[in-house]
């Protein structure tokens, strides 16, 4: 039962925009099937997303211009199903199948 | 500005008169316009198309401010400037081309950055204000004393190949007032700039000149509805629409692929929250103010500098 | 056009460096602008914005082609002209204003409408077609001739509240084609006119100005991605990536409310069919000709005028 | 069980966009609780919803301007979650639970 549980994903969708898309392969949509839980039994959540994304889909060695001090860094707008993350509980939000998560950079220029 | 104050004249009447058949818009809407003070912050990418449609439209009352001078890389995308008027102010070159377009509203030039010194002074002579800058410092600014003086703000940016658009503080509620409904400001979506290391302009970057013509044309449409149906006012009786999109507002996001035609992710709208609690700026115990700005609190530049790793997107 | 054909001079490297370095573009990109001839249809509501943005970014021959002259009613949305050229033919006020914003283009004006008569002979000279018109029997000519010399079309319309875009025949394929993969035409995408009695011109009905200029500046966009992209241009090779949004194109929608800030229906995007085996232009069967077009046949004007009910919307 | 088929009913979205929400109200977007079969029995298909529409929704007595010799007028397009209808079989589509259907009157102006 236990090895069930350790193999169970969850199919979601990332998205990348604002220019983060450049950090994973120049792809904006990202099919992830994430582990259902953490390597500490936690069900998934943004947190534990997050990691994942930066162990297994990123691309680009500068990890630092996603993260800063294990935490998405500052100038990110995560969305979760189209709403404000703030909307849903930030990093704590409990993944759900299909979930769309997307990133994206806060622009300045005009 | 009270809609009703004048009658238009025969020449109004015609000029606007395709607009003003537009179901919703009327003779109403366009007196509020011709009524209306609207401060384009940034005569560039954004601020030329906003600009040009915001005159053509007939706001009565247009000041633009920006410190630049044209240059010949900027004509791809600042369509309101010319080759002939390179080394001029920005703000010169682009009113020359307003009045040639619509001479009718009056044109108030500032020739000279937006500084926490000047900004509530000219922000306070307007009715609406369209960030049309193009860095993080000027934009945490613009929110601040926009949230002070209580002005709607339309704000928008963007850079190589991605543009954003959002109605911020509109309608305007006072500073630290946490009645349900209250609209967010720009610190309530965008709480912390990004690292400076990961920021560029558009000079560095670059630009397609339709996206952030795109974000500026749009920041326009924002601005008239805002200002012809008054939704910047509180709602007038019960039977308005409660949904207007402004308490809780959507970022609209431009996505433009040079590899594929427009398609379901070219725009993506984003539902943002409500004015936030703890905001520096609009929240229950800011204490922001508009002599704490002049004086050097906060200190823009600095928070926008905050030192991170050295990196480079 | 062959986008390597010569080399970039110093007075184009500055004015376009904010577009060339933006990821995708590149001097390649650049090059093939300057190599490619660009025709607009229309230089009303959306051709001047469309034209701003293809002049500034490059295109190197821009045709320019209306009958109408500029009045006063225009200038709240056809911010390519202006007050003091009120009376001249559209085509000469507006290139008037492209040769200031960037003289480098070859500016090709035709001060008269599209006919069946005159329609190949013109967009024979081209690589691409903007249709920035408004009406429907010129919109089908426009499409016919485009699937018989097989040019790609960039379409766009607005009229009140309302926008919307779609990219045709790109790449285009031959007449009665029907290998797996093409994309469709006008014809495919809006098989019959609306009766007449249902359509109103901008001037009957009206348009905000920055709902048609949205329009304009995403045709250009569309235009500037095709042409750059050589998105035209068969796939070179297996690598080439196998969705661009052509083959089953993208009508975008826009919507603007004078009651409410943009929200996530202001921008809609539907998924259209691909070639329609039994299409009149472009179909397994058709028998429609360049010589039929230019001798009446079709007959444009009774096909988009077939009696209806008499209806008024 | 035969009375409880006739009133059995599947809800949907109708959107009106590019002109023809005037008809309906001025209302962009309706729900809808479409009966789940037409008069004769058939399962609900788009033809009949669209009678359904001119006979229980319009508001504006200018039916021909939605439809003309009982089909949907010339120069109007009807979307099936967002794709031409032409991709899902026209008027002969079964409408299905929390379906959105789309009637897009195609512009010309300029
Ligand atoms: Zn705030
Ligand atoms: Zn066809």
Known sequence: ?110 | ANGCSRRLDDDEFERYSRQMIVPGMGKEGQLRLINSRVLIIGAGGLGCPASMYIAGAGVGTIGIIDGDVVEISNLHRQIGHATFRIGLKKVDSLIQHLMGLNHLPKYIPYPFHLTPQNAADIISQYDLVMDCTDNPATRYLISDICVLLRKPLVSAASIQKSGQLIVLNCPPAPQGSLTPGCAPCYRCCFKKPPPPSSMVSCGEAGVMGPVVGMMGVAQAGEAIKILASALHMPPQSPTDPPERNLHQPTLLIYTYDLESAVGPYSFRALKMGGRKKNCFACGENSTLTLEGIKTGNPDYVQFCSAPTSNVNL
């Open chain 1, 1 to 110: 039962m236990s090895d069930t549980i350790e193999v169970a994903t969850i199919p979601i969708t990332v998205d990348f925009s604002g220019g983060l898309e450049m950090l994973f392969d120049n792809q904006r949509r990202h099919s992830v099937s994430l582990p259902a839980v953490d390597s500490g039994g936690k069900p998934a959540d943004i947190a534990f997303l997050i990691s994942h994304l930066c162990e297994k889909l990123m691309k680009d060695p500068r990890a630092e211009l996603f993260v800063l001090d294990s935490h998405i860094r500052p100038g990110i707008l995560v969305l979760i199903n189209d709403a404000d993350w703030e909307l849903e509980g930030e990093e704590d939000y409990k993944i759900q199948p299909r979930d769309n998560i997307l990133f994206v950079s806060t622009l300045h220029g005009g």
